[in-house]
């Protein structure tokens, strides 16, 4: 077989065109810092790329889920503690009743007053929002329990008798696969409880002082009105401790799963810088070797 002038070329020029295109292709993953960058360079990394990709993003979306419940238990256990603090004056200004022989009008006055700012300031932890949502309302989270005008709207709901109304129902939020945590505190029916003791409390010091306050009662309403303040406490002080337990494993999934995408789509620097050179160097041989093999020209032959 002849070997002509233009095979020698055209091989030279095709083998040339091959070591351009992968110094090319080393070159774009170093600057890249991706062994791919299009679906046609290798599909199956592509498609796990995007599997790893899409469960990072879950796992993103969760932690973001999660912040979310952390800002509902926080803040209802703020309000509770608020509660908490009003109850332990109240007693303490019942208890103060209790101890005194003789109130005079103004020391009644007085109480009465304090009384009913204490009830004022309950209806207003009540109505605590995070964001645009009311924490103790329910899944009527549009609606708070107390009106502008103190009336308690857990006493206008119309669901049956005896069923579980919208303001006791629980709002869960999802933050792992298949795992929900409830981010609400049911505690409309703790606030009616301590509403209705400072108004009947008021009331009766409206009417006959001495005759009709039942001091002793009053404390021991609110030592359970407290207690079950507290009951609410603990249950919130357990769903954020699991929670806690959330964010630490969600923590673990993050780093795994972006582990796993980083060893199927991130370039090896090192290799990738070594390949480089190597294919420069031969490169360069195949530009030395093939000026040698077309030197001769028509020129040369003429001489």
Do not use: C
């Amino acid at each position: 077989m002849r070997v002509t002038q233009s095979m020698l070329s055209s091989n030279m020029l095709r083998n040339l065109t091959n070591s351009y295109t992968k110094m090319g292709k080393l070159q774009e993953q170093i600057n890249t810092g991706k062994l791919v960058n299009r679906p046609s360079d290798n599909p199956i990394v592509v498609m796990k790329g995007m599997g790893y990709r899409m469960q990072v993003d879950r796992v993103d979306q969760y932690q973001t889920n999660l912040g979310e419940v952390n800002n509902w238990l926080d803040s209802s256990d703020d309000a509770l503690d608020g509660v908490g603090a009003v109850l332990q004056r109240a007693k303490y200004l019942v208890t103060n009743g209790a101890n005194t022989g003789t109130m005079t009008p103004d020391d009644r006055d007085k109480l009465k007053i304090e009384l009913e700012q204490l009830r004022s300031q309950v209806q207003d932890l009540a109505n605590t929002k995070v964001g645009d949502k009311h924490l103790f309302s329910g899944t009527k989270t549009d609606t708070p329990l107390y009106g502008e005008n103190g009336y308690p709207a857990l006493s206008t709901d119309t669901d049956p008798a005896g069923a579980i109304t919208s303001f006791e129902k629980d709002i869960e939020i999802e933050v792992f696969d298949g795992v929900s945590l409830r981010v609400n505190t049911t505690a409309g029916k703790t606030f009616k409880e301590i509403d209705q003791l400072f108004d009947g409390l008021t009331k009766k010091i409206d009417e006959a002082f001495e005759d009709n306050v039942d001091f002793g009662k009053a404390i021991t309403d609110i030592d359970n009105l407290m207690d079950s303040v507290l009951t609410h406490r603990a249950d919130i002080g357990a769903r954020t401790n699991r929670a806690e337990l959330m964010h630490n494993r969600l923590e673990m999934q993050e780093g795994a799963a972006k582990k796993q995408k980083s060893e199927n789509e991130d370039v090896d620097y090192e290799k990738a810088i070594t390949e480089m050179i190597t294919q420069e160097s031969i490169h360069r041989a195949a530009l030395s070797v093939g000026a040698r093999i077309i030197q001769p020209s028509l020129v040369d032959f003429l001489r």
